[in-house]
């Protein structure tokens, strides 16, 4: 068994688990768990999950009580409620920035998901659909680029864009969020697992073009694959700080998160923490809203990421 | 039947290849333009001595010196601070992290777990927090000011706890990082234990063997490859650690410096416009980064053959 990300071979996504022939069998067990065990078992789940959810209870409830109210007691109940007049009060501060923000962040994730699955899409099937020279390097490099983070490229993009002058231009972080070599690695992997090589040879006989090829059926094949990949660089995007705050001095280009951060770090200057609290809040609904809704996908690009 | 073939097998395979290097070509230039050449970039800037005229009258001159801002470097006790600082950290917080990540991906899997996806699920959540904000979110939870912790502590007990510390302050990243990440490996794990044939499983039950044996001598050398990619994804991200101290940083009350990581280092060096030393910090960052996953990357392989 490999444990690495070397060459992907194409492994089918187990459809369903073995294991549940083993709860069929638990009545006729005789050495199933005892109460004991079983008990602990659960005692210690359940702290988990506390630990887990209890800052998200936390951030909701300061989110719904009156401005004010935030760090009163009772932390972790309710007192009150006034979440809108609190969405209200936030969207008025310095003309509404928050939103122009949020509206931002949309922007510069969805415009370099979707340019960024384009070509994520192209450069796998190529990968893994045609045999030339060259390609064993691509991969080699694609891979060592993956195991690299890109916060380490941060900064000599800072350095070059500077000496270009493509600071506090927008596209100095949409051309860098384009390119996404774990993109490109998840694309191949689903690319060689979903479009058999016999329709691509029968298509050729029937004299269609390369291009026509990819994009009338590879791409609806690779489908449900592209939207894993778009959704992974759609959060990766929406999660980037580093860069945009480098790259962007103008506060009315920043994303959200640069614009939250900059507010808590003003120690209540310029708003106050219990709106700060309700803007985090609202900044995360799109993104637990995309992973509780779309989780098979979020777990197809998991198991291809990390297990062969 | 065949010479046909073969005739047309060259020119099929030329046009085959031009057709492959089409589709690549769009992410190529721009992965040559966004990764590559900024990283020739700041290695090359690196090489240049930033002089400045005392007064600050004149503009400031580049000189070509390859060695002044890497001689810089090794004479740089915060720099040198904050690479101790990351190496601790992943020492104590990666162990931390997966140890609890593999226990509870084991206790979810075991027989007596009820409410599975919930549990895996609660688990998750902190992922869909993008870093910076669960930053945020922490950092009322410490604030000396609002901690609705200590609150509850200061009332129940009559003591609060100094996150911001300087002999907490760490820990207090380190928690943010456990927070957010455990979920995400637990899942990897969690996966790798549902490829476990559950015919080994029976079959060593039926031996007697206890759950404890179980998970220790079946499931978790059958999970090694999802426990070594996580270890090394843990890694490299203990070493660009950044967000989580950057955001503290304003309200830490200055348990956390400019200079508290590597990364934030350089950031600093490169918001005050010293460019060739934020560049050199950015390379040596990059190499160090670099030569551990390659490292890590080629141990790993060795040991499966």
Known sequence: MSSTLTEPTPTPVPAASPRSRASARRRLDPNRPSGVSRWGVIAILTLSAVYFLLPLWWMVMASIK??????????????????????????????????????????????????GTLLSAMAGYALAKYRFRGRGLAFGVILAAVLIPKVMFTLPLFLMFNAVGLLNNPLAVILPSVVSPFGVYLARVFAAQSVPDEVIEAARIDGASEGKI????????????????????????WNNY??????????????????????????????????????????????????????????????????? | MTTPTLRTSGGARRRAARSAWLFLLPFALLF???????????????????????????????????????????????????????VLFGVVQVPIMLGLALFLA????????????????????????????????????????????????????????PFFSDSWVLWSVANIVTWGWTGYNMLIIYSSLQTVPTEVIEAARLDGASSWRIAWSIKIPMVRPALILTTIFSIIGSAQLYNEPAVLQPLSG??????????????????AQNYPYAAAQAVVIAVLVGVLSITFFKITNRGDK
């Open chain 2, 32 to 86: 040559l333009l966004m990764y590559l050449v900024p990283l020739g970039f700041a290695v090359v800037q690196s090489l240049f001595k930033l002089q400045r005229s005392g007064l600050g009258l004149s503009a400031p001159t580049l000189s070509f010196d390859p060695g002044f801002n890497y001689g810089r470097l090794l004479g740089d006790a915060d720099f040198i601070a904050s690479l101790g600082r990351v």
């Open chain 1, 214 to 237: 990819f994009f009338r059926l590879g791409v609806p094949m690779m489908a449900p694959a592209l939207v894993t990949i778009f959704l992974f660089q759609f959060v990766e995007v």
């Open chain 2, 106 to 161: 084991l206790l979810i899997d075991s027989r007596s777990a009820k409410l599975k996806g919930f549990y895996r699920l609660a688990a998750f959540l902190p992922y869909a927090v993008p870093g910076v904000i669960s930053a945020v979110m922490w950092s009322f939870l410490y604030s000396p000011v609002t901690s609705p912790v200590n609150n509850a502590l200061q009332e129940a007990f009559g003591f609060t706890l």
């Open chain 2, 254 to 271: 200055g348990s956390i410096t400019k200079s508290f990581t590597p990364l934030m280092s350089a950031q600093a060096q490169a918001a």
């Open chain 1, 66 to 115: 009156p401005n004010g109210r935030q760090f009163e007691e009772p932390g972790l109940w309710f007192n009150g409620f006034d979440f809108f007049g609190n969405v209200k009060a936030l969207l008025e501060i310095n003309d509404g920035i928050f939103l122009r923000w949020m509206a931002n962040s949309i922007a510069y994730a969805g415009i370099s998901a979707v340019i």
């Open chain 1, 242 to 308: 580093l860069l945009p705050l480098m790259v962007l001095n103008d506060t009315s280009m920043q994303p959200v998160t640069v614009g939250l951060v900059g507010w808590a770090g003003s120690n209540g200057q310029q708003a106050p923490a219990g709106l700060i609290i309700v803007g985090a809040f609202l900044s995360v609904i799109p993104l637990v809203v995309a992973f509780l809704s779309l989780q098979r996908f979020w777990r197809a690009g998991l198991t291809a990421g990390a297990i062969k």
